[in-house]
Every structure is written in C-alpha cells, then in structure tokens.
C-alpha cells in the first residue's frame, strides 16, 4: 500500500537548535514535496525534489534546507530553529504525473 | 507566476444539501492539474478529486464534482447530499506541467465547511 511516512511526529525544540524532520515513501515516487501549515492557514511549499541529490526551492524556503538522499527519503533541517518556525510539517509524494499527491501525517514542531 | 485563491474562509450549509466552494488560479502554462483535498479534524490530508486542464468533461467522483470553466481560472467544487462528515477543511491546488516548475504543487489557503444537523 502507497504510504508517506513522516518522524518524528511532534517535537519541541530550543531557539537556535538544529532540528532534523524525516519523510520516507514507499509509493517509487519521483517527486518528494515539505510544506508548512501555520494555524488556520493553508500549506505553503518549502522545498521539493525530483530526484534523488537534487533539490528545488519553494515559496518560502528561508531558514530551511532540504536533503534528497535517495529516492524513499527527503529531510526537512532547520539549522537554527526560530520561534516563527513552529508550525505543522508536511510531506508528499508524487508521480510527477497526474497521479495526485499522496501526504504524510504531519510533524507537530513547537519552537521555544 | 503560479498562484491558488480561495476566498470563502468558511461555508455553513444544512446537512443533505448542496455546496459550492470556489477556487481561482494564475498559471502560465497551457496544461495544468488541478486537485481538491480534504484535511479532516485529525489532520490527516486526503486527494477528493482531479481535473486536468486538456479535459473539457468536469471530473466526478462519488458526491464530488468539479465545475471547471477554464476561460476564467476557476476550478469549483460541488458536494452534493451533504453529509455531517464532510466537515473539514478543503484545499485547491495546481500543479503545472509543461514549463520548468513542473512538479511544483500549489495549494489555495483552504475553506472550513461546516455541515449542520
């Protein structure tokens, strides 16, 4: 069964720490997409890859970096978490094609 | 550019009726994916239905259906029969794919239906 993993689910980080969100599919996926979901709002696209060691920016990716190691894997790091950085994170994966997105759980981040 | 606009914040509608909810976007390109998801109260993201911009027909799936009028940049999407558990919190978005941001998926801010006993 297709299915977009994401860990750790909830964490709670310190201002100016290193925080490291892990997404693993199993769907053979090309396509591998972060985004955030602030409270009430919609999901705004950080980074995206389409192959593996290749990344893309998104809309908003200040203050994040993206890792596309292999094809099942794609990693989100904050290098100095901030305050403005709690939010919910996203992952997907897409066949590139018109097959739609399938998405992750969601990771719950709380910066203090 | 690409860009996705809901404006309706939040529907309230009688359950076993029908609502609309309306979704505009920008693109440049000529052939574009649109999808409406569905975020339920646990979170969870769920794919409801697709339209591909090429298709003239308006896709349907179960109650869900699209009113797609291209000349506009609209995408609508149409529940019918409401049910109390079609409260949730619905999303458009595009995904473009003939120009360099192929694969780039855009979401709308979403719209809160709440549906009524």
């Known amino acids: 069964e297709a299915a977009v993993t994401q860990s750790p689910r909830s964490k709670v980080a310190v201002t100016g720490g290193k925080v490291t969100l892990s997404c693993h599919q199993t769907n053979n996926h090309d396509y591998m997409y972060w985004y955030r979901q602030d409270t009430g709002h919609g999901l705004r696209l950080i980074h995206y890859?389409?192959?593996?060691?290749?990344?893309e920016k998104g809309d908003i990716p200040d203050g994040y970096k993206a890792s596309r190691p292999s094809q099942e894997n794609f990693s989100l790091i904050l290098e100095l978490a901030s305050l403005s950085q709690t939010a919910v994170y996203f992952c997907a994966s897409s066949d590139g094609g018109h097959q739609a997105p399938l998405f992750g759980e969601g990771t719950r981040l709380s910066v203090l | 550019a690409q860009k996705v606009t809901q404006t309706q914040t939040s529907i309230s509608v009688m359950e076993k009726t029908t609502v609309t909810m309306d979704c505009v976007y920008e693109t440049q390109d000529s052939s574009y994916f649109l999808f409406w998801y569905k975020q339920t109260a646990s979170g969870e993201i769920v794919f409801l239905i697709r339209?591909?911009?090429?298709?003239?027909e308006n896709a349907t799936v179960g109650h869900y259906s699209l009113n797609f009028q291209k000349p506009k940049s609209s995408i609508g999407l149409i529940i019918t029969a409401t049910q109390i558990e079609d409260s949730a919190v619905y999303f458009c978005a595009m995904r473009e794919i003939m120009n360099y941001n192929q694969g780039k998926l855009i979401f709308g801010q979403g719209t809160k239906l709440s549906i009524k006993p």
């Open positions: 890859s389409y192959v593996a060691d290749s990344t």
């Open positions: 339209q591909d911009s090429y298709k003239k």
